[in-house]
Each structure stands twice: as structure tokens, then as C-alpha cells.
């Protein structure tokens, strides 16, 4: 078992077994840096290759330059902070350059080039089905073929604790005779994961499913805000817009792949069998949990494990067509939901559009946000050695 010499509490998400990445600047400093947390610190990289070209990717306000560096560098530079952290022979460099993470600012850990999302949740996609498509078939012929997801907006992918402006826009529901403009009345989370990828491609060539490691470096917590009035009336037929380009919110720290191998499991069976190119030799469905709390309190724990589309085959299905990956590029899962109502990702199934509303620990109760609400998202995985690996958290406040 790896053990680290610097001081990492039991219940830490962040064990020498993990060490996510993320974009920070030091107290009195004006000048982000990548870095890596370990316990209740961050190690600022930038400071340990100092000098080198490797250090002037690292001295800079997003992970983008380093990722560009491909998946051989992502190894080497995980290696050799494991070895720091856990031999003595550089611990005074080491425990020079450790920064308090109470004591730092967190940024947006990547500049987010494309962002698409997916709906990869046959819970969530038969949920939705039922509340916006009443009387059809939940799940629309294509579902189990392929992938679904669509182009949302990366500008305004934003740090965690950015606050929340409740959006305007237009909704007309089925009995009002004609369409209103102001603020939405039904704005909702979605308790997602985000894929980033590090290392592009080549356009026209598509990205196999059993190249995801070679491309995706890491995973993110991601709330895809959502408009839900906005939403219905203007998503037909060609999927959302306004009602979810307001704002996505992401964690400060990107855990790596190499991490989460302990977590791998494959996706529930899949029936129809995919076409051969969403056919994955090796699992990457993730054994992860996650925890939505509103106000405080835990409204959800949805499970990842059994999402229908692995991140491999949405991988694969973005780049099918000989669509191009950039550096930055960032996919969501779709919102994750299982099976039992207490694992639902999204307000609007967990009140089930409102019919239902939840009553928080303060004898108030919610079908969806008010201004003022705070919802937090966190979650597990197993790492090696039988440690937990934690992502942090994505937070956000609605301001009104
Ligand atoms: O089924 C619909 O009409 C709508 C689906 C969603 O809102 C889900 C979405 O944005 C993708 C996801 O997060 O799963
Ligand atoms: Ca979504
Ligand atoms: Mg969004």
C-alpha cells in the first residue's frame, strides 16, 4: 500500500492514491498555476519542474497546455508526484511548495473548447420520457443504437461556487394560449459527470472505443443546470437551447483515469448488441457514487455504475462521423439516475415535475429552486489499495 508522508485525514477525498489536478493561485500571488491535492493541500507543479518546458505548461491558468502533452507525459508526471510524496528523498522541495487548499483560489481546471452533452441514463431517459412525452413510448426508438446527446454552449461552463442567475426565457405550458417571457419558474439540476479530454485528434478520423485512455484524461463533477419551462417548449425538435446553455458548473479537480482503474465495471448488459464501433473490448463503466445535497440536506444519491453508455462509446460516437477532438473538450454523462427515487438526478424527477415535492430537514419544501438555494454535489469511488478516492465538490447558489 502507497503511503504518503504528508498528513492526509481518513476520511479525505483526496488520498495519495488519487491526486486530481487542478488550476490554483497562492495567497498573496497573482499567477494561477496547475497543481495536485493531497490531503488538505495542493502541490504546486509549476514550482516543481521550475525551469524546465514541462514547468511553463504547468505556469499557467488552465491544464490545457499540459494535457496537450498526451497521455505519456500524463503518466510520467503521476509517477514521479507519487514518488515525491512518498519517499523522503525531496521532501524539503516538496513540503516548500504545499499550499493549504483553504488557503488558495480554485479556478475552472480547463479552458472548455467543445462541451457536449449526453443522456446516457436509461432511468433518467425513461423518466423524462414519461413526464415531458405522457402516453409514448419512454425511451424514442434510437436510444438503445446509440448514444443521444447534443452541442451545448463551453463559454459558459463555470467554476464551482460561480452563483446561479435564474434565466429568462420563454415557456408556454399546454393550456396557455400563448408563449410568456421572464424568469424561469422551473430551474433544476442534473447531477452529471464530466469527461475531459487532453489529447486530440486527427479530423476525419474517428477515435476508437478502445482508445479512450489515449484521449480522455480525467473526470470532473458537473451539474448541467436546467431551465425546465424553457426547456419544453422550445426543445422540439431540435433538443435543448436556451434551457440549459445559461450555465453548467464544474469541480476545481479533475480526477485522473489512472485513479479510477479500481472503479471500472462494465456497463449493464446491452441489448440490442451495439453496432461494432460502440463495441468496448475492455469495461469502462465507473463503480462511483454520487451524493446531491440541497441546502444541506442529501436529496439523491445516484449511482454510476449503471449508466447505459459507457464514456468510451460516447466517445466513439462523437468522433464516428470523423468529427475532430480538441484539448478541452468536455462531455457529460446526462444526468445519472437509478433505479430507486432516492437515486434520482434531478429535481424533476425526484418531484416528479413538481407533483411530488420534497420537504427539506427546515420544514420546507421544494418541487424545484428558489433563489438563495445551494445544491452541492459530491461523490466516491473505489481506489487501489482499498482507499476511497472523493472528487471534491461542485457547488452553486441561485442568486435570482
Ligand atoms: O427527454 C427529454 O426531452 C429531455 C432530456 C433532458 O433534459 C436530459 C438532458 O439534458 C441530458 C441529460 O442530462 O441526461
Ligand atoms: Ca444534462
Ligand atoms: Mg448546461
Do not use: C
Not at 498526451?70 to 528523498?89: I, K, M, N
Not at 457514487?289 to 444519491?301: D, E, I
Request: glycine share 12%; proline share 8%; aromatic share 8%.
Amino acid at each position: 500500500m502507497r503511503q504518503t508522508w504528508v498528513p492526509v485525514p481518513e476520511d479525505s477525498d483526496f488520498p495519495v492514491q488519487n491526486l486530481p489536478y487542478g488550476v490554483f493561485t497562492p495567497r498573496g500571488s497573482n499567477e494561477a498555476r496547475v497543481g495536485v491535492a493531497i490531503g488538505e493541500f495542493v502541490l504546486d507543479l509549476s514550482a516543481i519542474w521550475a525551469g524546465t518546458p514541462l514547468g511553463a505548461d504547468l505556469a499557467t491558468g488552465s491544464l490545457n497546455r499540459f494535457m496537450r502533452r498526451g497521455p505519456g507525459e500524463w503518466a510520467y508526471v503521476r509517477e514521479r508526484v507519487t514518488d515525491l510524496l512518498t519517499t523522503e528523498g525531496e521532501r524539503r522541495l516538496v513540503e516548500a511548495n504545499l499550499h493549504r487548499i483553504d488557503e488558495v483560489r480554485l479556478h475552472l481546471p480547463v479552458e472548455v473548447a467543445d462541451y457536449v452533452d449526453f443522456y446516457a441514463s436509461e432511468q433518467h431517459a425513461t423518466n423524462l420520457g414519461h413526464i415531458f412525452r405522457p402516453g409514448g413510448d419512454a425511451l424514442l426508438p434510437n436510444w438503445k443504437h446509440l448514444p443521444v446527446g447534443y452541442h451545448g454552449r463551453a463559454g459558459t461552463v463555470v467554476p464551482s461556487e460561480t452563483g446561479i442567475r435564474r434565466p429568462n426565457g420563454q415557456r408556454k405550458g399546454p393550456s396557455d394560449p400563448a408563449p410568456v417571457f421572464g424568469p424561469s419558474v422551473k430551474l433544476d439540476i442534473e447531477a452529471e459527470l464530466g469527461f475531459v479530454v487532453g489529447a486530440g485528434s486527427t479530423l476525419g478520423e474517428p477515435v476508437s472505443v478502445d482508445d479512450f485512455a489515449q484521449h480522455v484524461f480525467g473526470v470532473v463533477l458537473l451539474n448541467d443546470w436546467s431551465a425546465r419551462d424553457i426547456q419544453a417548449w422550445e426543445y422540439v425538435p431540435l433538443g435543448p437551447f436556451l434551457g440549459k446553455s445559461f450555465a453548467t458548473s464544474i469541480s476545481p479537480w479533475v480526477v485522473p483515469l489512472a485513479a479510477l482503474e479500481a472503479a471500472r465495471v462494465a456497463t449493464p448488459v446491452q441489448d440490442p448488441q451495439p453496432l461494432p464501433y460502440l463495441v468496448e473490448k475492455e469495461p469502462w463503466g465507473l463503480d462511483l457514487s454520487l451524493t446531491v445535497k440541497l441546502n444541506g440536506a442529501v436529496v439523491s444519491r445516484p449511482p454510476y455504475a449503471g449508466m447505459y453508455w459507457s464514456p468510451a462509446q460516447m466517445l466513439a460516437h462523437t468522433t464516428a462521423n470523423g468529427a475532430s477532438l480538441r484539448t478541452g473538450d468536455l462531455y457529460g454523462s446526462g444526468t445519472i439516475s437509478g433505479p430507486e427515487a432516492e437515486q434520482r438526478g434531478s429535481l424533476i424527477e425526484l418531484t416528479w415535475n413538481g407533483r411530488d415535492p420534497l420537504t427539506l430537514p427546515d420544514g420546507s419544501t421544494r418541487t424545484f429552486l428558489q433563489d438563495g438555494d445551494t445544491v452541492t454535489m459530491t461523490a466516491s469511488a473505489p481506489g487501489v489499495d482499498g482507499v476511497r478516492i472523493g472528487f471534491g465538490e461542485v457547488t452553486g447558489t441561485i442568486t435570482s
